[in-house]
Nanobody, 120 residues
Framework: QVQMVESGGGLVQAGGSLRLSCAASGRTFNNYVMAWFRQAPGKEREFVASINWSGDSTPYADSVKGRFTISRDNAKNTVYLQMNSLKPEDTAVYYC?????????????WGQGTQVTVSS
């Protein structure tokens, strides 16, 4: 059974930093792009960043470019999201997801989410 468990969320002041982690288990993820999405209250879920197996492809949403960094440790089946210079508009539930490279865009697996709240 595949599980993806996020951690690292919390309450932080504007300008602060948080590091999210997502531990995946239940299968190997060498054929999966790992991604972070977020959903703010009253808004649709939006893409934040993704990373391929080798780590040499890391697209970001324009809203987080230059402030967030995605990385992965394949030996630990874990993906990270380092979030710096946080803004109140970054407040959302953050989800990790896994996307099979042979069926891109369908995101087969999702975590339960972790709350990030940025106070002004």
């Amino acid at each position: 059974q595949v599980q993806m468990v996020e951690s690292g969320g919390g309450l932080v002041q504007a300008g602060g930093s948080l590091r999210l982690s997502c531990a995946a288990s239940g299968r190997t993820f060498n054929n999966y792009v790992m991604a972070w999405f977020r959903q703010a209250p009253g808004k649709e879920r939006e893409f934040v960043a993704s990373i391929n197996w080798s780590g040499d492809s890391t697209p970001y949403a324009d809203s987080v470019k230059g402030r967030f960094t995605i990385s992965r440790d394949n030996a630990k089946n874990t993906v990270y999201l380092q979030m710096n210079s946080l803004k109140p508009e970054d407040t959302a539930v953050y989800y990790c997801a896994a996307d099979w490279i042979h069926a891109p865009g369908k995101y087969s697996y999702w975590g339960q989410g972790t709350q990030v709240t940025v106070s002004s």
